[in-house]
């Protein structure tokens, strides 16, 4: 597993943190400080076109996207993502938690949901869940 390598070579973990709202982004970068001990990089877009760009400039470890964003959602930036790489690593983070966005966001290749606001437990949990933590 990639972060695992990572975590070995001692390099830092990537993230990329999707929110048309700062709050929203700045809760999310709260909660995983909350539970993650190591250091690690994070960007953030505002949309989900300066999501792709952000993708495919650093290639995160794992992205946490919202769908619900001007210029380009959180669906179709997703779906542009894991495109660009097939294993790309997409929690979604909405309030949107409707069966059908929920469906719709793991048909564009998302690998988890989060009901915003996002909380560590919540986050740990499912990171877990994933087997992205170690």
Request: with cysteine; charged share 30%.
């Amino acid at each position: 597993m990639i972060e695992f390598k990572k975590k070995v070579l001692g390099i830092l973990m990537i993230y990329l943190v999707v929110d048309d709202s700062k709050m929203a982004r700045k809760m999310t970068i709260k909660s995983l400080k909350s539970i993650i001990s190591q250091e690690f990089e994070v960007y953030e877009a505002v949309n989900g076109k300066e999501a792709v760009e952000l993708y495919q400039t650093h290639t995160p470890d794992l992205c946490f996207m919202d769908l619900t964003m001007p210029v380009m959602n959180g669906f179709e930036a997703t779906q542009s993502i894991c495109d660009f790489d097939e294993d790309a690593n997409i929690v979604v983070v909405s309030a949107d938690i409707q069966e059908h966005a929920v469906e719709k966001a793991k048909e564009a290749g998302a690998i988890g949901f989060i009901k915003k606001p996002v909380d560590p437990e919540t986050l740990k949990s499912m990171l877990d869940g994933l087997d992205l933590l170690s």
